[in-house]
């Protein structure tokens, strides 16, 4: 289900507690796990609050090499301490505290995921949605169309596995292969692809109709992006919050990962 495991993270209570609260308990939870040191926490608070957007304080130790994700999102999920949706999007600015709120009581109401809500009630896109996503999970945004598929990948994933989890194999490496997914915070559909493929999973996400593209594309053989051959298209949609995986489809998809103040949208 689309944005289906953000249906309890609205942002109703106090963010004190959770990754997006500078420089409190979870900055400091991190130097008790001795996975950062006190002063890399120092500098990383320094450098979030001079950022003209605001960006999770977990987003800057990966950038700066600091903090793997995995080790990120596993302290998140162990501690239960994962920025909420809604709230990422009111310091983004992209939606007001009072839509939140209008947002919040309609889903209770009506029972749907929050991400729904706010797009069924007008207050974004899905491309903002998914990219207020892609902070809170630490992932990749990509434009599937602007990506040539190897048809050898079909051979590793199943079509009948791809369509019903609504996952789309991208690009291999030796040892990793990355997906992209419609729903990144269901951690089922790497832990099974990991069994099923013998290899270290990565994921990304694109939009509903993106992903439907590619997978018929890739399956069924659809129709391939008009794209210019000798032209490397940019594939990045939003920031780079996974590093490794966007230098790897950079080298192996020979595309551009392009920063967003240099990216036409």
């Known amino acids: 289900m689309l944005f ?11 963010i004190a ?3 997006t609260a500078p420089g409190s308990r979870f900055g400091e939870l ?5 996975l950062i040191t006190p002063d890399q926490l120092s500098e990383a608070l320094r450098v979030q609050s001079t950022l003209a957007s ?7 130790l990966l950038n700066h090499g600091w903090l793997t994700r995995t080790q990120l999102n596993s302290l998140l999920r162990r501690h239960r301490k994962r920025a909420r949706l809604g709230d990422l999007l009111v310091r983004a600015k992209r939606i007001t505290p009072e839509q939140l709120q209008t947002a919040l009581a309609r889903q209770q109401q009506i029972r749907q995921p929050l991400g729904r809500t706010l797009m069924a009630l007008g207050y974004v896109t899905e491309e903002t ?4 996503l892609c902070t809170q999970v630490h992932v990749n945004f990509f434009d599937l169309d602007s990506i040539p598929l190897d048809a050898a990948l079909a051979e590793l994933v199943s079509e009948k596995y791809a369509v019903r989890r609504k996952v789309v194999p991208i690009f291999r490496t030796e040892r990793m292969l990355v997906v992209a997914v419609d729903d990144p915070t269901d951690i089922t559909i790497v832990e099974d692809l990991q069994q099923l493929v013998r290899l270290r999973v990565e994921i990304v996400t694109s939009t509903a109709e993106k992903l439907q593209r590619a997978l018929t594309r890739l399956y069924k053989g659809g129709p391939h992006p008009n794209v210019e051959p000798s032209v490397h298209p940019n594939i990045m949609i939003g920031a780079v919050h996974d ?10 998809l020979k595309v551009k990962v392009l920063p967003p103040c240099w990216q036409a949208r």
Do not use: F
Request: aromatic share 2%; hydrophobic share 40%.
């Open 4 to 14: 289906g495991a953000v249906s309890a993270s609205g942002g109703g209570s106090s």
């Open 17 to 19: 507690e959770d990754e």
């Open 30 to 34: 991190l130097v008790d796990e001795a």
């Open 54 to 60: 605001y960006t999770p304080l977990g987003q800057i």
């Open 129 to 132: 949605m998914r990219e207020a």
């Open 243 to 252: 590093q490794e995986v966007a230098d790897l489809a950079a080298r192996i």
